[in-house]
């Protein structure tokens, strides 16, 4: 079945950078785009950033946007968000989220990873 | 922007939950959906396309709406039906999600 699994989050200080993975088992991973989905703690889901099955495409929220980085290898199977510069405001649990069409983008989530929580503080 | 109405709707097992999702402009209905997430867990896929029931889904969960007034109905609530409730707009960008219905026990 189709598994996600989010490592890299911790506490990390105003400023600094943190680099997430999201490993993916179960399905065919060249011909997914995948997602990251945030959550503050007790608040509402925001999307955040999507790569393409192939990686040539990259899009980001407009609060990202400059900061972060989206990028996928394909030999591990694994995507990864690089979080530069980070904002006490990015505090959140960070979901990756395989997207539902196969060489497409659909932007809603049938699959998630349990979510890597990622602290920003001083 | 997308608003959900009520914050809380507090019901017994049993009763039907209406839950709103309300766009400040009109959207199309294939671009909606909506998801269930309960404490400690990843958001849960319900409805697509306004109506259209995810995999595996009890079709007690049931949607409807268009332009800019959307419902996710339950008929009959379960109780692991109690859970957190998130309407999500995915025809932009933005591709935004409402900020939630909490449906709990009364």
């Known amino acids: 079945q189709v598994q996600l699994m989010e490592s890299g989050g911790g506490v990390v200080q105003p400023g600094r950078s943190l680099r997430l993975s999201c490993a993916a088992s179960?399905?065919?991973?060249?011909?997914?785009?995948i997602h990251w989905v945030r959550q503050a703690p007790g608040k509402g889901l925001e999307w955040v950033a999507v790569i393409s099955y192939d990686g040539h495409f990259q899009q980001y929220a407009n609060s990202v946007k400059g900061r972060f980085t989206i990028s996928r290898d394909k030999s591990r199977g694994t995507v990864f968000l690089q979080m530069d510069r980070l904002r006490t405001q990015d505090t959140a649990v960070y979901y990756c989220a395989r997207d539902n069409y196969a060489y497409g983008f659909t932007y809603y989530f049938e699959h998630w990873g349990q979510g890597a929580l990622v602290t920003v503080s001083s | 922007v997308l608003t959900q109405s009520p914050g809380t709707l507090s019901l017994s097992p049993g009763e039907r939950a209406t839950l709103s999702c309300r766009a400040s402009q009109s959207v199309s209905s294939s671009d909606l959906a909506w998801y269930q997430q309960r404490p400690g867990q990843a958001p849960r896929l319900l409805l697509f396309g306004a109506s259209n029931r995810a995999t595996g889904v009890p079709d007690r969960f049931s949607g409807s709406g268009s332009g800019t007034d959307f419902t996710l109905t339950i008929s009959r609530l379960e109780p692991e039906d109690y859970a957190v409730y998130f309407c999500?707009?995915?025809?932009?960008?933005?591709?935004?999600f409402g900020p939630g219905t909490k449906v709990d026990i009364k």
């Open positions: 999500q707009h995915y025809g932009g960008p933005p591709f935004t």
């Open positions: 179960g399905f065919t991973f060249a011909t997914y785009a």
